[in-house]
């Protein structure tokens, strides 16, 4: 059974490809997902807070740590758990929070 | 159509071949703009001799015989206060030898006076003293002064031109004033002056800080409190400005629905994010204030912005600081302003913090930076000078987060220049506008083009 993440504020449901990234994930079911540098690890726009995950996650790599430890959510919430998106494998029962994540089909070009 | 063929015929460029290094029109931009010692000379020679330059500010040089040196090159001039409270501006050599008069900043004893032989003026440039003049060829008091500097003051910065002839300053600066004005410049005075050198063209920096296009990729993490794609570049015949997008909100380039934005988060990565990342910019005087103000809740229906303004006026007024000629849009934003040529950063409600730079010698790869922060005070309030920190290499300070990106690109950035097999460099035509005009302006100094 593929892994299914849920995603929060807006309850979308996506179901992942064993392996595949959160964010991968999204855009392989046709939502924008909000990223700048393209899910090279390198703009921490994707980051996600995890809400609630059924199992240990995997650890992120240095890279992903590396980054995290730079974004401004973690300054104003310390106790929260940050991801990269274009980073974390899915797993099933993974819930995250995420504004912005909204069918691309509706999304303007900018 | 006109082609770069018939610009460079128009233009009664001197050095053969040169004009091939303007950036007319559509066509891609020669990157031997940024690497070539020809153009560092060519600048040499006909820009930085003709144009009004930043020099100091009027708060450097608050008692007689104070004096602040500003050199361009080969060329260097000294300010000075003078015994009646004038500022003038010299050629820094003497007429007998031609030893420099003046290094840096300090005061002159009453006097300046040439340490190689004792040669007196005083502070308005009249000889007042030569050894054994009797020995010398008589000649008219006229011929034995100090060789002036245009020098002319504007919101508190004093400015020289090496040009006898130049239009007055403030015909110079165009609309400068109408943006400057109304943030009081003149009630402004130093909070930090800081030095260094850093491994790029001149120019590179002021293309840097003359757009904010690079934003996303380079600071992504003001994308989550300010619409940067929402910027308005105003090229100025001869200067830029661009502002605006001052009302807090996220980037449309993140695609959050307005129904899931808040507020209170806003509020706070937009206050952290200029307080912790852009050191100086608010000033020190008003930021821990709203950084403590900003973490009590917001009140129902109140936004990150009626927050931030109301907060910032009434901090203003706690403060005796008249912004009642400000609108709400300069107190949220502020505008970022080109100077032409080297004189650029934003004007905030309250302060200031600009970049001076200049070229470093004959190296094309190489400028003088200087980060300027500015602090508006109270009528009635001293205007005061900071310390002066030096650091000849950048990676020995902490800048801030945000300089910092700026600085870390800046070597990447000359590096690939001078590789030419990438061809001719491209603008962007809106967000980019400020930037081709900088360079439009700049080619009407050294090629006569039109613009």
Known sequence: MSPRVRVEPSGIVLEAEPGETVMAAALRAGYRWPTVCGGHADCGVCALDVVAAPEPLAAASAEEADRIAQLPELRLYPDRTYRLACRIVAVDGLTVRKRGVVPAAGVRPV | ?451
């Open chain 2, 1 to 451: 159509m006109v082609t770069t063929g018939d610009r460079a015929e128009q233009s009664r460029g001197t050095r053969t071949g040169l004009e091939q290094l303007a950036a007319f029109g559509n066509d891609l931009i020669p990157r031997e703009r940024f690497t070539s010692r020809e153009f560092v000379e060519l600048e040499y020679e006909r820009l930085w001799p003709r144009v009004w330059q930043v020099a100091c500010r009027v708060e450097e040089i608050p008692a007689p015989g104070d004096f602040v040196e500003y050199s361009i090159g080969d060329r260097s001039a000294f300010v000075v206060r003078t015994a009646s409270g004038d500022i003038r501006a010299f050629h820094n050599t003497c007429i007998h030898r031609g030893t420099a008069l003046a290094s840096g900043c300090g005061s002159f004893n009453g006097e300046i006076r040439c340490p190689f032989h004792g040669w007196r003026w005083d502070l308005d440039g009249d000889n007042t003293f030569v050894l054994d003049a009797h020995e010398f060829p008589a000649e008219p008091a006229e011929d034995l002064r100090l060789r002036d500097v245009r020098a002319e003051t504007y919101g508190g910065f004093v400015f020289v031109n090496f040009d006898p002839d130049a239009r007055p300053l403030l015909d110079y600066l165009e609309e400068i004033p109408d943006y400057f004005a109304p943030y009081r410049p003149e009630r402004m005075c130093f909070t930090t002056h800081k030095t260094t050198i850093l491994p790029t063209n001149w120019k590179v920096v002021v293309d840097a800080f003359n757009e904010g296009y690079h934003i996303s990729a380079t600071h992504p993490e003001i994308l989550r409190w300010k619409d940067e794609a929402a910027l308005e570049y105003t090229p100025l015949h001869t200067h830029t400005r661009y502002g605006g997008a001052g009302w807090p909100m996220p980037s449309r380039r993140l695609g959050i629905p307005s129904e899931e934005v808040d507020e209170q988060e806003l509020l706070l990565f937009k206050i952290d994010d200029l307080i912790d990342n852009l050191p100086g910019y608010i000033g020190p005087a008003e930021a821990e204030a709203l950084r403590a103000v900003a973490r009590t809740p917001l009140p129902d229906d109140t936004t990150a912005g009626d927050f931030y303004l109301k907060r910032r006026r009434d901090g203003a007024v706690a403060r005796g600081l008249d912004w009642s000629d400000l609108d709400d849009d300069q107190v949220l934003g502020g505008d970022d302003l080109l100077v032409f040529p080297n004189f650029i950063g934003p004007v905030i409600a309250g302060a200031f913090f600009g970049y001076r730079v200049r070229p470093n010698g004959m190296d094309p790869h190489s400028c003088i930076f200087e980060l300027w922060t500015l602090e508006e005070r109270a009528g009635g309030a001293p205007l005061t000078m900071c310390e002066r920190e030096v650091y000849p290499d950048w990676r020995e300070h902490e800048w801030g987060l945000v300089v910092q990106q700026d600085f870390e690109n800046f070597e990447g950035i000359q590096r690939g220049l001078k590789n030419s097999a990438g061809g001719g460099l491209r603008w962007n035509l809106r967000q980019e506008s400020c930037v081709r005009r900088f360079h439009e302006v700049l080619d009407r100094y050294l090629f006569d083009a039109p613009t």
